[in-house]
Each structure stands twice: as structure tokens, then as C-alpha cells.
């Protein structure tokens, strides 16, 4: 399994309060991206990183923002926490960009982090 | 953009072949794979397969790619209770990094 570790693993706040989850590699993959995940949407993505201190907007983006200062590190912040954010959050990686047809570079996964915000 | 459809639901019996589908708008999608979530984890990619193949095998999983219908699927065969899970099809381009998922299948596995 790819090394991503995600924290923390479950984390119950209230509504207004600031959260941040965190997400680590040791893959040193430049690609990171930050899904959310709810019933009958799949994975959506939130933000992504190319790089340090290189981010980049996803389909659902209102109300996080990220930060990337170090390769293995990528941040994930909800400046103030709303019902709607109650979620399971996925970190991934990837290794590459434009590919050759004959690579099979894909995301690998972190566990998750289940939010609650009530 | 692109949109990615599958069915919500698959109910198989044990022993029996199982099929999930998944249907993709963008017909420059290169890269077509597929991932399995067991509860409570991440996802894991199951298989893969190019734009430029019409059908992949690797051991009990089939996968057969329809370009001019935009269809893929997955075949499981000889199912097992272990085979009971979520089923993400997912996409991208050629160009770009960023994948599409579709909002999954879960199979339910029958003794």
C-alpha cells in the first residue's frame, strides 16, 4: 500500500468552529488532492496540489481552503465549519501529469476522516 | 464537464458472475479505471484500462471498454462474499490530472 496516512481519523465539531485535517505521504508524489465523499455523489474533488506551495480549485471548493508547504504535508481547512461539510474525507497522490499511454499511474488512497459537524 | 453515471445497487448470489456497469460523457477520456472501497477504508484501485483496448482480463476481473457507446464494465467472476463492497468506475483525460469518479455501486453478496 501506498504510504498516506490521514488525521485525524474521525473528528466530531461544532458548527462556526475551524477545522484542519491533515494528510502525509512518504511516496514523495508530487500530485495531492483532497476528496469528499457522501451518499449517491461518489468522490468529489475539493482542491488539489501540483506541487509546494501550488494549489488549485476542484468541483466543490466553497468554504475549504488548502496549504502545502512540504512535499509529504497537504492541509485541508474548513475556516468555519458548517452542517453541510459532515462528510467522509479522502486524501490522495499520484505520482505524474501527462502520461504515456502505457503508464498505469493512478491516486492511491488514505483511509479517510470522518467528519461530523453538528 | 465530464459526468460519470453508475447504478447504486447490484445484489448477486455467491458463485455467480457480476456485472457492474458505467457510463462516461467524455469521449477523450484516456484512462478508465476501476476501485473497490471495503467499509470503512479508502478506495483501492481494482484494474485499469486504456482507450486503446477494447477488453482486459486479470484473473476473476473482466473489463470491457465500448468507445463508440462511452460504456464500461466490470465483470467479477465466481463471486464472493469478500467481493462485497462499493465500486467506483473513474476517468480522465489525456491532458490532466484530475479524475472523475462516478458515485459507485455497492454489491451485495448472497450466500
Known amino acids: 500500500d501506498a504510504g498516506i496516512t490521514q488525521s485525524p481519523r474521525h473528528k466530531v465539531t461544532e458548527t462556526g468552529t475551524p477545522v484542519t485535517l491533515r494528510c502525509h505521504q512518504t511516496?514523495?508524489?508530487?500530485?495531492m488532492y483532497w476528496y469528499r465523499q457522501d451518499p449517491g455523489h461518489g468522490l468529489r474533488l475539493i482542491h488539489y496540489s501540483y506541487g509546494v506551495k501550488d494549489t488549485d480549485k476542484g468541483e466543490v471548493s466553497d468554504g475549504y481552503s488548502v496549504s502545502r508547504s512540504k512535499t509529504e504535508d497537504f492541509l485541508l481547512t474548513l475556516e468555519s465549519a458548517t452542517s453541510s461539510q459532515t462528510s467522509v474525507y479522502f486524501c490522495?497522490?499520484?505520482?505524474?501529469?501527462?502520461?504515456?499511454?502505457?503508464?498505469?499511474?493512478?491516486?492511491?488512497f488514505g483511509p479517510g476522516t470522518r467528519l461530523t459537524v453538528l | 464537464g465530464e459526468d460519470v453515471e453508475q447504478s447504486l445497487f447490484l445484489s448477486v448470489r455467491e458463485g455467480d458472475s457480476s456485472v457492474i456497469n458505467c457510463t462516461y460523457t467524455d469521449s477523450s477520456s484516456t484512462y478508465l479505471y476501476w476501485y473497490k472501497q471495503e467499509p470503512g477504508a479508502g478506495l483501492q484501485l481494482l484494474t485499469y484500462i486504456f482507450s486503446n483496448m477494447d477488453m482486459k482480463q486479470d484473473q476473476r476481473l473482466t473489463v470491457l471498454l465500448n468507445k463508440k457507446d462511452k460504456h464500461l464494465s466490470l465483470r467479477i467472476a465466481d463471486t464472493q462474499t469478500g467481493d462485497s463492497a462499493i465500486y467506483f468506475c473513474?476517468?480522465?483525460?489525456?491532458?490532466?490530472?484530475?479524475?472523475?469518479f462516478g458515485p459507485g455501486t455497492r454489491l451485495s453478496v448472497l450466500p
Open positions: 473513474a476517468v480522465r483525460g489525456n491532458y490532466g490530472q484530475n479524475f472523475v
Open positions: 511516496e514523495n508524489h508530487r500530485y
Open positions: 490522495a497522490i499520484s505520482q505524474a501529469y501527462d502520461l504515456p499511454m502505457t503508464s498505469t499511474d493512478t491516486q492511491y
